[in-house]
């Protein structure tokens, strides 16, 4: 994913990102808005991936 396409438009990206990691919450997206390493951080919490994986996906 663009990152800068995502920071930018975070209320329309974050339905993809709720398809893509359906085990973040909305509040959680909502709390993220745009940041980048608590996002990945969020991702690897969850889904017990490596920081390298979650930036890639």
Excluded at 16 to 32: C, M, N, P
């Amino acid at each position: 994913m663009n990152w800068d396409r995502i920071s930018g438009n975070w209320k329309q990206m974050k339905g993809a990102l709720r398809e893509r990691w359906g085990k973040l919450t909305d509040d959680e997206l909502d709390q993220l808005a745009g940041h980048r390493d608590q996002l990945v951080g969020k991702i690897q919490e969850r889904y017990g991936c490596a920081k390298d994986d979650a930036e890639k996906q």
